[in-house]
């Protein structure tokens, strides 16, 4: 399974930023799939996760309200757009694919990883 994620870059403060990820290898429409960052210094953290058809979504409190999870099964893509940006969104987000069809917040209910995109936000 390979996870290609794309679209981070350098924005600023209530700013905006869309998040690709593409996958292949394995049936990309049964598993769940999510997103999570890791800053320097701190742990990996989750960020949204959205179920095998996309009708169940599950944000990390810090960005509800703020950030969407979507997926299109026909394309093999998920995506994360981000709204209203603060410096503490700061990291490197990764795409990964769920052991499960359901959303999960925990890493170790994933089993592949993307390499990662870096999401700056400047003050």
């Known amino acids: 399974v390979q996870l290609q994620a794309s679209g981070g870059g350098l924005v600023q403060a209530g700013g905006s930023l869309r998040l690709s990820c593409a996958a292949s290898?394995?049936?990309?429409?049964?598993?769940?799939m999510g997103w999570f960052r890791q800053a320097p210094g701190k742990e990996r953290e989750f960020v949204a996760a959205?179920?095998?058809?996309?009708?169940?979504?599950s944000y990390a409190d810090s960005v509800k309200g703020r950030f969407t999870i979507s997926r299109d099964n026909a394309k093999n893509m998920v995506y994360l757009q981000m709204n209203s940006l603060k410096p503490e969104d700061t990291a490197v987000y990764y795409c990964?694919?769920?052991?499960?069809?359901?959303?999960?917040?925990?890493?170790?209910?994933?089993?592949?990883w993307g390499q990662g995109t870096l999401v700056t936000v400047s003050s």
């Open positions: 990964a694919s769920c052991r499960y069809s359901s959303t999960a917040r925990l890493t170790t209910a994933y089993d592949y």
């Open positions: 290898g394995r049936t990309f429409s049964s598993y769940a």
């Open positions: 959205i179920s095998w058809g996309g009708g169940v979504t």
